[in-house]
């Protein structure tokens, strides 16, 4: 079972709309949770990281969440744009690991 | 400061032969990272090295593959006799020392290396 699930897979919305993708994790004990932007063809790029004891962390129009109680994070995105077309991956690290564990990413189309 | 460059950004080859794939991290970065993503999946990590050490190779598989990481020159990921289930995108990132699981030590990507095995 992958230790970093993401809902929805696939997400449409109108240019203008907000959305909320959704991340659990069972990695423990847990560190930082991190969300990133990866473009089609391109490398992952960070938007935000978070600590167990941060919960909530905002970087322009995206805001994310994290309750380490439920192992749960959000990332919501505010006023869509036609740039935001994107894969959104979660990813989490334990205290111990040197690796960074990914989820398989929320791929969003923003539509105008 | 130039980001993480990998080259090159597409690599074919045939089945048997041998793929090289380079790695250049950020300027004042000794960490890197090896990462395979195959369609449709998350990125699966492969590799941790710092420099001439590889300091955690549990994600590599035990045959065909090896990296390094030399004092001087790039990273290379290397793997050898490829097969058609080796064509992925590859990808590396680099990170200033630190542990990761210091919310201060960023990791930053290339663009990756899109190999394909024909």
């Known amino acids: 079972k992958n230790q970093v699930e993401q809902s929805p897979q696939s997400l449409i919305i109108l240019e203008g709309k907000n959305c909320t993708l959704q991340?659990?994790?069972?990695?423990?004990?847990?560190?930082?949770l991190r969300w990133y932007k990866q473009d089609t063809g391109r490398g992952p790029v960070s938007l935000t990281i978070?600590?167990?004891?941060?919960n909530t962390k905002s970087n322009g129009r995206y805001t994310a969440t994290l309750d380490a109680d439920t192992k749960q994070s959000s990332l919501h995105i505010t006023a869509s744009q036609l740039s935001d077309s994107a894969s959104y991956i979660c990813?989490?690290?334990?205290?111990?690991?040197?690796?960074?564990?990914f989820g398989k990413g929320t791929t969003l189309s923003v539509s105008s | 400061n130039a980001g993480v460059m990998q080259n090159p950004r597409h690599l074919v080859r045939r089945r048997g032969q041998e793929a090289r794939l380079r790695c250049s991290p950020m300027?004042?970065?000794?960490?890197v990272y090896w990462y395979r993503q195959l369609p449709e999946e998350g990125l699966k990590f492969m590799v941790y090295?710092?420099?001439?050490?590889?300091?955690?190779e549990s994600g590599m598989p035990k045959e065909r593959f090896s990296a390094e990481f030399p004092k001087e020159g790039p990273s290379i990921l290397r793997i050898q006799q490829v097969v058609r289930g080796d064509s992925a995108a590859y990808f590396c990132?680099?990170?200033?020392?630190?542990?990761?699981?210091?919310?201060?030590?960023?990791?930053?990507f290339g663009q990756g290396t899109r190999l394909t095995v024909v």
């Open positions: 990132a680099s990170s200033p020392p630190g542990a990761l699981s210091q919310r201060g030590t960023e990791a930053f």
């Open positions: 991340c659990n994790y069972t990695v423990s004990p847990f560190s930082n």
């Open positions: 978070m600590t167990f004891s941060e």
């Open positions: 990813v989490v690290i334990s205290q111990a690991g040197t690796a960074l564990i």
């Open positions: 300027k004042g970065h000794s960490h």
């Open positions: 090295l710092q420099k001439e050490n590889i300091i955690d």
